[in-house]
């Protein structure tokens, strides 16, 4: 932001009291001296430059508003910025656009990018229910999928995928420290409320759909969210197999390159029915 001139010139009056030498040269206190008419004429130009280069840079900046870039970052941010039940209107810069913002209408709340080597675009989303992804119902995929059409760029193929999570069932064998851990039931012998490992299973699960959302799910880590507990001595994964809701057979992961797999819905759940308390053994360490 532009300083004013008289600024720009005080500026320099401070500099010259600061140095020891000029402090004691330039001394005089009227205007019509000469190092004060050389400070005004430099705060005069200056001051002119720092007007000229701020129109520059809004100029830029209005330009760099005006132009959309569907980078994987902008699908993101778009695919959040969804308003079930508004109007896109044409702002000042020919773009489509909310207005006003309405936060309360924002109703995806995880979404993830997937561009191919032929540009084509996946859009994975999901809204939240008592925190938890869940899928977008038939009628707010549908204006979700005319708000994609509306902004995106012709000619871009775009898939949208609202799916409930992908299916999980995993296995566990775990040593314990006995003095912590309940070896025939997997409670904290201080708070028979708790059982920790199921808690870690779980607890991954929920941050892998907050901080990983579409992302690629790894057994290593998993693993790790076990072995971190407080009691645990050392786990071993026997089973961990997923599939896509509804769909096919279940994979398994463990014999899978890199013990990975890409979530097809972009988040993960234990299966129906699964009973996560019975695969997990415990042993005394």
Known sequence: ???????????????????????????????????????????????????????????????????????????????????????LSTNASGNLVYNPVVAANQIVKRAAVIVTAAGNITLKVAKLQNNLPVPLISSENSAFREYVNDIGPAGVVVTIVSETGDEIRVAVAVEVDSQIINVSNGQLLSDSSVKPVERAINNYFATFQSDDFGGTFFANKLLQNILATSGVINATLTTLEQKASGQGTFTNVLTASGKKFLTFAGYVRLADGFDLSANITYTAG
């Not at 000029?22 to 004060?36: D, G, H, N, P, V």
């Open 1 to 87: 932001m532009a300083r004013t001139k008289e600024q720009i010139f005080q500026n320099l009056i401070t500099r010259k009291n600061a140095d020891s030498v000029l402090s004691l040269i330039l001394t005089s206190e009227s205007k019509a001296s000469f190092y004060q008419s050389l400070f005004a004429l430099y705060a005069d130009v200056t001051g002119d430059f720092e007007l000229t280069f701020d129109a520059f840079q809004a100029r830029i900046n209005n330009l760099l508003d005006a132009k959309q870039v569907q980078t994987s970052a902008w699908w993101r941010r778009s695919s959040l910025g969804f308003q079930l039940g508004d109007a």
